[in-house]
């Protein structure tokens, strides 16, 4: 029972510090788009991301073991996020205000509970529409306590919701995914990623946005 109570504080805990981080990334984004190109910056962020990532795996922090596993389903996570997603919120917060992108970023939760209600049919409790929605809620009212202000841009608002469908999208195909592991997920989509990341940093240096 004790251990049990340990694992929930602990994960609780975990959620907590990355909502947090999550939440930080968005003002992170809006000030470094203001300086360096979208692409630039999405490049960096997967080859830093790897090479923390790749460390743990030779420090033997995680484990990764991806011998006889078909892989194709990890490409089709990997196409939704980080790839498809992050391109659509970084464009997104770089073309809206913070207070407009954390009104549509904030719309996750609820798209991931719709396309897990939709596509796996899986009926979401009580508990999780009332966690979803007092979240929701609690980022509207936050967000025009302090004053809602609007960029009126329209390419930033498909962008933003590109991002939202893609990761509703990445969560189903990661509850799909049930062959691998947290990290053998993570390790991979940041590998398929890093290329692509490469490839757009190249580009980007000669055709900035």
Sequence with gaps: MISKQNDLFIGCM???LCEALFGL???FTKQATAG??????LGWRFLIAMLCMHICVVFHIVSIDLKKKNIKPLLIIAFFSPLTYF????IGISKTTASESGVFLACIPISALLASTFILHKKPTARQITGILTTFLGILVTVFAVGMSTSL???GYVFLSIAVTSYAFYSIFVERASAF???EITYVMLIL???K???KNTNSERYPL
């Design 193 to 195: 990623n890093l290329s």
């Design 36 to 41: 360096a190109s979208v692409l630039a910056l």
């Design 25 to 27: 990334s968005y003002i």
């Design 153 to 155: 841009s329209a390419v």
């Design 197 to 199: 990341g490469a490839a």
């Design 87 to 90: 391109i659509g919120e970084a």
């Design 14 to 16: 975990c959620a907590f």
């Design 181 to 183: 592991t947290g990290a």
